[in-house]
C-alpha cells in the first residue's frame, strides 16, 4: 500500500492535508464504514480519491450531481489518473462498454448516478470489479429528514451485498443531527463511525440586512467589498436584469443559468474563476464543484427555503481564510413568497396523476413499459404543449421523483461520442460504394485516433469546418452513417433527462405513500420557518447556523450583523429588568421560538424585547436548542 503523504504529493503537489482530511483517509484504509461531514469547501474529494489510489482496484463513486462527476472526471484525467462517469443521457452501448473498462481495464474511478448504480447491468459489472472503495457524495440524499430527499439513494445499501468487504464512506457538507443518524442506519454501517469538521467559520461574516430597496444596497456592497463575488437570485430572468444592473453602474458582472447553451456557460464560469468578471449574477445551478479560494462576498437577493442550501451557497465565500460577507437581503416579501412556495410545492393527487399521465403521452411509453429509459425533457415546450403551469409542474415532477417513480436530473452537456461499427475492411467495401461519404470517413480516420475501438468525442463545428462544409450537412452524412450501421453516432445533449425508475403504470394506479407525503410537507414547512427565524431572530447568526447542525457556540461570534449592534438600542434598568422578566415567564411556561415569543409582545415594543432576548442569549441566561428558546439562568 502506497503512503497517503505521497499520493498526495504526487498527484496534487501538496505537502499536507487539511484538518481532518488525515483522519478519514486512516478510517477508510482501516476498513472502516465513515460519514464525513465537511463543508463546502472542505476537501471531500481528496477524502475518498487519495484512499483509492493508495490500492489496488477500483473506487466507485456515487454522484446525483452529474455537472460535479464530470468536473471531477475532468480533473482526474488531467492529473493522468484513469476515471470515467456513467450517468443518464448516454447510450447503452457507451455504458456497456465503459462498464467493460471498469472491469478488465486499468480504470480508477467510477463515477455513477444512483439511478444507474442499481440497474441490472451496472450490477452485473460491479460483482466483477475489483471495488475498493464505495463512496457515497451528498450522502444525505439518502434521508428523508433531509432536504434533498432522493429514493434510488435508498438501494445503495441492497448494492452492498455484492462487494461484502468493501468499506463505504459518506460525504455530506450539510446534514442535521437527525440526517446523521439516518444516514449510517440507511447506508448499513456496521458501527457508527462520524468524523466531523466544524461547521464553524470565523472569517465568515453573515450578514441579514432588511432591505426594501434590494438593488441599490447590492450596488453599495459590490462598490464597498472588493474582490469576486457571487450574487444569487431565483430566476433566469433575474440573473440578466441584476447583471445588467451591475454593468450599468460600471461593475464588471455576468450572468449564468442552466438554459444558457453548454459553451456560453463553460466560457463564463471560466471568465469569474480567472477574474475577467469580478461578480457572477446566478441561479442556485452555479457553484458545484467551483474552487474559487479568494471570493470575498456572497450576496442572496431572497431566502433560500432552507439553511442547508444557504449554508452551502453562502459557504463559497471566504475558503482562502481571509475576510469575507455572507449577505442576505430580506424583507417581509421574502416571508411571503416562501410561505406560497411551500403551498405549491405540494400539488393535490389529482395534479400529479395529471402530470405523470401526460409523461406518459409525451414520451409514447406505453403501459408496463419504459423502466430504466432515460429521455431529453424540455419543461417549457412540455407545459405548453398539455397546457400546463410551469411551476405547479415543476412540483409535481419533484413529488414523483421523491415517490420513486422517476428522476430529473440537471441540465448537462453531454458531447456527441462516435465509434465505427464495421471491420477496416468492410468498412473500405462501403467507401469504395458509397464515395460521397469517402472524405467524411477518411477524416473521422485521420483526426480522431482509435475510432475503431472505443467511442471518441467528436466536434461536428470543427469537422465540418475542416471538410468545408455545412454543420447540418456534415450531421446528415453522419445519421446516414448510423442509419447504414458503420458507425455508432450519438448527437450532443444539452437538455435535462427524465428517468423512469419504475415501469409506466395507469395514473389511476398511481401510488404515493401519503404518510411520507405528509411527513415531507411537515419536514419542508419546518425548514422554511428555521430559514424565516435565522433572518428574522436578533440572535448571532453564527450561533443559529451552528444549531441548526447540532453545534454548540458558547461566545458571540463577534463579526455578524448582529454582534456588531448593527441594531442596537438603549434600555433604563426598570425597562430591561420588565422585559426580562417577562421573558423568563413565558419561556418556562414552555419550549418557543423567537417568533413566537415575539408574539407576545405589542408591535412597537418587538424591537426592544429583541434586543433584551438578544443580551440574555449572549449572557448565557437564555439559550438556543433545537430552534427553541430554552432559560438557563436563575
Request: contains cysteine.
Amino acid at each position: 500500500m502506497i503512503p497517503p503523504l505521497e499520493i498526495l504529493q504526487k498527484y496534487w503537489g501538496y505537502d499536507a492535508f487539511r484538518p481532518l482530511q488525515e483522519d478519514i483517509i486512516h478510517a477508510v484504509l482501516e476498513g472502516r464504514d465513515t460519514l464525513a461531514l465537511m463543508p463546502t469547501g472542505g476537501g471531500k474529494s481528496l477524502c475518498f480519491q487519495v484512499p483509492a489510489l493508495c490500492q489496488e482496484g477500483i473506487c466507485v463513486v456515487v454522484s446525483p450531481l452529474i455537472a460535479l462527476m464530470k468536473d471531477q472526471v475532468e480533473q482526474l484525467l488531467a492529473r493522468h489518473i484513469p476515471a470515467v462517469a456513467i450517468y443518464s443521457g448516454m447510450s447503452y452501448r457507451t455504458i456497456d462498454q465503459t462498464l467493460d473498462n471498469c472491469v478488465y481495464g486499468n480504470i480508477k474511478f467510477l463515477y455513477l448516478s444512483p439511478e444507474r448504480l442499481t440497474t441490472d447491468i451496472a450490477q452485473a459489472r460491479l460483482a466483477k470489479m475489483n471495488v475498493n472503495l464505495l463512496a457515497v457524495d451528498e450522502a444525505h440524499c439518502i434521508s428523508q429528514w433531509g432536504y434533498d430527499f432522493r429514493p434510488p439513494y435508498l438501494q445503495i445499501a441492497d448494492i452492498r451485498t455484492l462487494i461484502p468487504k468493501v468499506p463505504l464512506l459518506a460525504l455530506t457538507a450539510t446534514a442535521t443531527p437527525e440526517v446523521v443518524t439516518d444516514i449510517q442506519e440507511k447506508l448499513g454501517f456496521k458501527t457508527n463511525n462520524v468524523l466531523q469538521k466544524s461547521f464553524r467559520r470565523d472569517n465568515l461574516a453573515y450578514v441579514v440586512l432588511q432591505e426594501e430597496q434590494k438593488e441599490r444596497k447590492l450596488l453599495e456592497i459590490v462598490q464597498k467589498v472588493a474582490g469576486s463575488g457571487v450574487v444569487y437570485v431565483r430566476s433566469r430572468k433575474k440573473t440578466k436584469d441584476i447583471a445588467h444592473l451591475l454593468q450599468k453602474n460600471k461593475v464588471s458582472a455576468d450572468y449564468y443559468h442552466a438554459g444558457l447553451p453548454q459553451e456560453e456557460r463553460a466560457q463564463k464560469q471560466d471568465d469569474w474563476k480567472n477574474g475577467k468578471t469580478r461578480i457572477i449574477v446566478s441561479t442556485n445551478a452555479f457553484g458545484m464543484g467551483i474552487d474559487k479560494a479568494d471570493v470575498r462576498s456572497v450576496v442572496h437577493m431572497e431566502l433560500p427555503d432552507s439553511l442547508e442550501a444557504y449554508f452551502q451557497e453562502a459557504g463559497r465565500a471566504g475558503r482562502d481564510g481571509k475576510k469575507a460577507y455572507a449577505v442576505l437581503l430580506y424583507n417581509d416579501n421574502d416571508r411571503r413568497n416562501l410561505e406560497h412556495q411551500s403551498a405549491q410545492a405540494f400539488p393535490g393527487m389529482d395534479e400529479i396523476k395529471r402530470v405523470y399521465r401526460a409523461l406518459g403521452s409525451y414520451f409514447q411509453l406505453a403501459i408496463g413499459a419504459g423502466m430504466g429509459e432515460s429521455f431529453d425533457f424540455d419543461i417549457g415546450a412540455f407545459t405548453q404543449n398539455f397546457q400546463l403551469d410551469v411551476v405547479r409542474t415543476f412540483n409535481c415532477l419533484k413529488v414523483l421523483e421523491q415517490a420513486g417513480w422517476i428522476v430529473l436530473t440537471e441540465a448537462v452537456y453531454i458531447p456527441s461520442t462516435l465509434k465505427i461499427l464495421v471491420s477496416k475492411d468492410a468498412l473500405y467495401d462501403y467507401q469504395l460504394k458509397h464515395p460521397k461519404m469517402d472524405l467524411l470517413l477518411k477524416a473521422i480516420l485521420r483526426t480522431y485516433q482509435g475510432a475503431f475501438n472505443h467511442y471518441i468525442q467528436l466536434r461536428e463545428a470543427q469537422l465540418a469546418h475542416f471538410l468545408k462544409t455545412p454543420v447540418d450537412r456534415l450531421i446528415k452524412s453522419l445519421q446516414k452513417l448510423h442509419q447504414d450501421q458503420i458507425i455508432d453516432y450519438q448527437p450532443s445533449k444539452d437538455q435535462p433527462q427524465i428517468v423512469f425508475t419504475k415501469e409506466r403504470v395507469d395514473a389511476d394506479n398511481l401510488a404515493i405513500d401519503q404518510q411520507l407525503y405528509a411527513f415531507r410537507k411537515k419536514r419542508h414547512q419546518e425548514r422554511i420557518q428555521r430559514a424565516i427565524q435565522y433572518a428574522e431572530s436578533p440572535v448571532c447568526r453564527n450561533r443559529q447556523l451552528l444549531d441548526y447542525f447540532g453545534e454548540k457556540l458558547e461566545e458571540k461570534c463577534g463579526i455578524c450583523d448582529v454582534c456588531t449592534g448593527r441594531t442596537k438600542i438603549d434600555l433604563s434598568a426598570e425597562r430591561f429588568e420588565a422585559y426580562q422578566r417577562k421573558i423568563r415567564q413565558l419561556i418556562l411556561q414552555e419550549g418557543l421560538s423567537t417568533e413566537q415569543l415575539m408574539e407576545a409582545f405589542a408591535g412597537r415594543k418587538q424591537e426592544e424585547a429583541l434586543r433584551v432576548l438578544e443580551y440574555l442569549l449572549d449572557e448565557g441566561q437564555v439559550e438556543l436548542e433545537a430552534g427553541k428558546l430554552v432559560w438557563k439562568g436563575s
